[in-house]
């Protein structure tokens, strides 16, 4: 479906006008004593500001909300942000964000996210660093949209920024314990409280113990089963009333069995009868989530970073200093065939590992509200340096070979970015408001790769090495993306906006073999957008909505070129696919109807559409049906991929007061609906998830004085099956036949926790 700007407009106009408070809901009709919403305060313009006076598309999740629906990992923030998507992967180290359809298409180490992901205010390199346990958050802002002006050159789809809570003045703390069906246990508790007068601290720790979901037969190994833990820590120094420092310590590691790909479905072929039997006694299904593979598959994480925040206010103005530093390790392995034996001959001596580290500086200054208005400028640096080995060995050069084929490589990306950025509010007058702001952004990036073949290569198994010479290239870019927004305070409870933001993903290498350090120009967009923020019924009720255009030129895209010595075989590349849009509808509301009754909810209609790519990408299927004869194909007018057109979340939670017992009862229930989603860019119907509906209900008793939570819950109370990946497998090793992610949560999941609170 297309909407053009007049009907955008139109929608728009729709919204202004329904959305806008009418004078008896202003009135005041509470008793004195009901409950109304908590303010919403949120920094996505680098300050702190109630979320209703934001002129931007930002989505909040606090802290709070997600203990109630007990979302316990990043990846599950989706289910309850309607315009976020989380896109999956073969590991979590590869996973990455959607916002508005816009996600990373480009699996490469030399290539940035397309969605900035943030940790206390510090960008994180790689977008898998972002995928850990979400333990003792104050809240999460998910900015909608290219936000290139404040945020830098990876927030081209926008910024997911996870915030954890800070020391507190006085002693609190909280533990937990959660039990979930399939032998899933969790331990998390966090301390806070005074060192001395000007001294604070912070202690969090997390570990999960999964015993996993999916059964390899080959083994009897239980797979998607993962071990980890997460240690936190803060100090919070107020060296005096104007002067505060904030140092930041974190730890996380994980070892998981994962991620078990399964087979969906094999599609006609000669030796059809054979395959399924060779599988067997794994049957594939769309409810398929086993597998029969004689590879081992793993994933080993680790992460870490500290960094010292410094706020200084002098004359009411803040000079806020953030320096970090982090590194991140990911080794993983996967059964390339999915097939008990092993027709490719490939194993892993020294699977793919992937080092990172990076060290960023921010410095702004932002200028107390005036007469004339404000402003926020500053400086970022940023320098990031990968590296990524493996080495892999085959026995199918040819029959009864001496020696095995046997390919080492390695890959280092360094880059630097540096920035200056600025945005200035001008009060035009008592309610209008003219923003205008840009960042001028500068990029180095150094590529180096090495690879060496030893043994026969007789079917060009691997592609061609550059016999241990090192191959590098060098370049640099630089950017200005500018901002212009209107503000308008239409009454005292409902606030409009228009904007335009250029926004801007930075140059990368292509460090595939086969097209070792080709330059992929960066990818740019252009973005409009149109919003209302409202207040309703003495603030019971804020309602949100906003409606968005935006096109990305040169955008950065993953395609396959075959191997002209062995059909079926090949390797990914990356390119720029040509341009991409995207336009929608957003509505979120949050309500407090009556006393002990909250709800918040959203819908969003999302239309993602790939405007120009004449040669792209074909995957084995297709190939095997004869619809790319030419190897690529024209997926221009096609849609982007793990963009649901429509999607929608309903959570309500309901106190139950109950006389002379010293606890009261809390029901909750939390309902999230999506469209029929696409996950491959090939456009392979086959690869598409029909529509589904989850529903999780929980209960919890809640002590009046004491602290205590005990809640059980029920996840996918229906049992609603879903995959989150889909795609065609290679045609040389499962004939038309297609792979699949089916999570644990597809299937009806029941658990309890205990929490205490002090």
Known sequence: MTINTRTLALIQSALFVSLLPAPGFAEDNSTGDRPILEELI????????????????????????????????????????????????????TASFNIRGIGTQAFSVGVDPSVSTMLDGVVMGRSGMA??????????????????????????????????KDPTPELSGTAAATAI???????????????????????????VDDDGYAENYYNGDNLNSSQSYNLRGKLLWQADENLEFLLASDYSWSDCKCTALSVRSVGDSPGQEALLEELLPVVPSDHNQDVNNDERTFTHLRSSGVSLTTNWEVNDFTLTSITAYRDWKSESWVDLDNLPGNPIQLTAPKPPLTKQDQFSQEIRLASPPTDWGSYVVGAYYFEQHIDSSSTLQTDLAFPNAPEPTVRAASTKVSGENSALFGEVNFNLK????????????????NYRTTAYLSGANAFGVFADDNGGVPVSETLNKTNFSPKVALQWDVTDSAMAYVSYVSGYKGPAFDTTLVAAGTEIDPETSDAWETGLKSRWLDDRLFINASVYYAEYKDFQAQS???????????????????????????????????????????????????????????????????????????????????????KANLSTDYTVRLQ??????????????????????????????????????RATLLGKSEGYRITAFVKNVFDENYATLIFG????????????????????????EFRYDF
């Open 131 to 164: 995928f850990l346990d979400l333990v003792d958050v104050q809240r999460v802002e998910v900015l909608r949209g290219p936000q290139g002006t404040l945020y830098g050159k990876n927030a081209s789809g926008g910024v997911v920024h996870i915030i954890t």
């Open 42 to 93: 949120v920094t996505a313009q680098k300050r702190e500001q109630n979320l209703q006076d934001v002129p931007v598309g930002v989505s909040l999740l606090s802290g709070r909300a997600m203990m109630e629906a007990q979302l316990k990992n990043a990846a599950e923030l989706a289910t309850l942000i309607p315009t976020l998507n989380v896109q999956a992967s073969s590991g979590p180290s």
């Open 430 to 445: 008592s309610d209008w408001v003219l923003i205008l702001g840009g960042r001028l952004t500068y990029d180095d990036l």
């Open 560 to 646: 396959f070129v075959e191997d002209p010595n062995v059909v079926g075989l090949g390797n990914f590349i990356v390119v720029n696919a040509g341009e991409v849009s995207t336009q929608g509808v957003e509505i979120e509301f949050m309500a407090a109807p009556m006393d002990d009754w909250t709800m918040t909810g959203g819908i969003t209609y999302t239309d993602a559409t790939i405007e120009d790519y004449p040669k792209g990408n074909c995957n084995g299927p297709q190939k095997q049906r004869g619809e790319c004869p030419d190897g690529f194909q024209d997926l221009s007018g096609g849609t982007l991929p793990y963009t649901p057109e429509w």
């Open 660 to 697: 002379d017992i010293p606890f009261d009862v809390v029901l909750g229930m939390n309902v999230r609906w999506q469209d029929q989603v696409l996950y491959e860019m090939s456009q392979d119907k086959n690869s598409e998830q029909d529509a589904y509906g989850i529903v999780d209900l």
């Open 729 to 752: 497998h290679s045609e040389v090793l499962i004939p038309n036949g297609y792979l699949q992610l089916v999570p644990k949560y597809a299937n009806r999941m029941a658990g309890v």
């Open 181 to 207: 069906q399939d032998d899933e246990y969790r331990l998390d508790g966090s301390i806070s409280g005074p060192i001395t007068d000007t001294l604070g601290y912070r202690f969090t720790a997390s570990g």
